[in-house]
């Protein structure tokens, strides 16, 4: 199966950026999407942002529209940038793969997360 890691989390001041990177391993394929989801301490996991496999369409939450930044750097591998962060961003990020592509999916492989928080 798929299994997904996710790297680049940390600790950033508000206004700060990081990126984050989720890389593919096991059985790959090319025909799949990607996404991340977020999840903040007392609250219910979160959409961020999605990518097709072919990197030409991508869907953001509103919440992070304009900060973040979700491309394709390989067949294997995203990236997420994240600028002008803020406190309110300070989640457990995850991201996720299905053979499919959106926000409204229900997403089969995930990775175990990295932590990002942000001081004020």
């Known amino acids: 199966q798929v299994q997904l890691v996710e790297s680049g989390g940390g600790l950033v001041q508000a206004g700060g950026s990081l990126r984050l990177s989720c890389a593919a391993s096991?059985?790959?394929?090319?025909?799949?999407?990607m996404a991340w989801f977020r999840q903040a301490p007392g609250k219910e996991r979160e959409f961020v942002a999605a990518?097709?496999?072919?990197?030409?369409?991508t869907d953001y939450a509103n919440s992070v529209k304009g900060r973040f930044t979700l491309s394709r750097a390989t067949k294997n591998t995203v990236y997420l940038q994240m600028n002008s962060l803020k406190p309110e961003d300070t989640a457990v990020y995850y991201c996720?793969?299905?053979?499919?592509?959106?926000?409204?999916?229900?997403?089969?492989?995930w990775g175990q997360g990295t932590q990002v928080t942000v001081s004020s």
């Open positions: 996720a793969a299905d053979f499919s592509f959106g926000r409204n999916i229900e997403y089969h492989y």
């Open positions: 990518i097709s496999w072919g990197g030409t369409t």
């Open positions: 096991g059985r790959t394929f090319n025909n799949y999407g």
